[in-house]
């Protein structure tokens, strides 16, 4: 764009690849750079090296983690009897801000979309088929859009032969919303009140 620096316009060009930022957004944040001291600016792009060399996924529930595995599977208080699947780490950190559930987690890193070219071996599938075999319920915390639904079929298909219990979130979540975008108290009623599924 005429009239700013390169090096500023290629910043917001970065900017604006991250979800939530638009090019608007991402110029103001370039621009507001500008005004902090340097040592706010290298002290974000070492938190930024940080995240990117010291976060990993947990190789037991796929959560983000420090740690291996992450602080929810290895603690002891959690009930390791039911595991809630969910389609991100930001609906893990929504589902344990309402402090209801105590269970432990599956992520799964998305949802099955053949639109989108991702099928069950893009997702951590396998995984979640092979520690339902040890637990007593699977609680689905997915959002009710095709991709969900698809997804969540898939895996009670798979798990036909298994006896695990399998429930999903009550009504109050409004249809295709993501969970980190859904109230607190409404969440934690939909987790209280999780409805079995009966076999097809």
Not at 16 to 28: D, E, L, N, Q, V
Not at 72 to 87: G, M
């Amino acid at each position: 764009m005429s009239g700013i620096p390169p090096s500023l316009e290629k910043l917001a060009e970065l900017m604006a690849k991250f979800p939530g930022i638009g090019r608007k957004s991402a110029r103001r944040i370039a621009f507001s750079l500008l005004d902090r001291p340097r040592e706010d600016i290298i002290l974000l792009a070492r938190a930024f090296l940080d995240v990117k060399d010291n976060v990993r996924r947990c190789p037991v529930c796929n959560h983000i983690t420090e740690s291996e595995p992450c602080d929810i599977c290895q603690n002891p208080r959690r009930d390791s009897s039911v595991i809630c699947v969910v389609k991100d780490s930001m609906d893990v950190l929504a589902i344990e801000k309402t402090t209801v559930f105590h269970g432990k987690y599956h992520v799964l890193g998305g949802l099955i979309s053949p639109l989108n070219g991702i099928g069950p071996d893009d997702l951590s599938i396998e995984p979640l088929l092979i520690r339902a075999k040890e637990i007593h319920e699977l609680v689905f915390a997915i959002n009710s859009s095709v991709e969900g639904e698809m997804t969540m079929h898939y895996i009670r298909k798979m798990l036909s032969n298994c006896p695990v219990s399998i429930s999903y979130l009550a009504r109050g979540i409004p249809i295709g919303s993501d969970l980190e975008f859904v109230d607190d108290a409404t969440l934690a009623r939909a987790l209280q009140s999780r409805i079995e599924l009966k076999g097809e």
